[in-house]
């Protein structure tokens, strides 16, 4: 089975190249003039662009479903460390900058 994340992937990658396609094809027939809008050129890049865009959306994943997968870096973390306890030696605020804060919260 294809994993979510890489469904996404393919359907980020049809969804760019799509509109570079398409962007690249009007760039060069209406904006700079190269060739005309109705060459070659033109509309096999429009119509390449235009089939990405088409795929980009086939693949698209509900966000729902793209959120519910369990990301690799959360697990380890939580399995290493116990948890979200808080470490202070990690912090790069100091002692009395934590004071300044557990104050400013009491206020």
Same mark, same amino acid.
């Given at each position: 089975?294809?994993?979510v994340?890489?469904?996404?992937?393919?359907?980020?990658?049809?969804?760019?190249?799509? #509109?570079? &396609? /398409?962007?690249? =094809? %009007?760039?060069?027939?209406?904006? !700079?003039?190269?060739?005309p809008? +109705? $060459?070659?050129?033109?509309?096999?890049?429009?119509? #390449?662009? &235009? /089939?990405?865009? =088409? %795929?980009?959306?086939?693949?698209? !994943?509900?966000?729902?479903?793209? +959120? $519910?997968?369990?990301?690799?870096?959360?697990?380890?973390?939580?399995?290493?460390?116990?948890?979200?306890?808080?470490?202070?030696?990690?912090?790069?605020?100091?002692?009395?900058?934590?004071?300044?804060?557990?104050?400013?919260?009491?206020?």
């Amino acid at each position: 089975m294809i994993s979510v994340r890489f469904v996404a992937l393919l359907s980020t990658f049809f969804l760019v190249t799509g #509109a570079l &396609l /398409v962007g690249d =094809a %009007l760039h060069g027939s209406v904006v !700079t003039g190269q060739y005309p809008a +109705t $060459s070659p050129a033109a509309v096999v890049r429009a119509v #390449a662009g &235009l /089939v990405c865009i =088409a %795929l980009g959306y086939r693949f698209q !994943t509900p966000p729902d479903e793209y +959120t $519910s997968v369990p990301s690799a870096e959360s697990a380890e973390s939580s399995s290493d460390e116990g948890g979200s306890d808080f470490d202070s030696e990690l912090s790069p605020l100091s002692d009395e900058q934590f004071e300044d804060l557990d104050a400013d919260e009491e206020k």
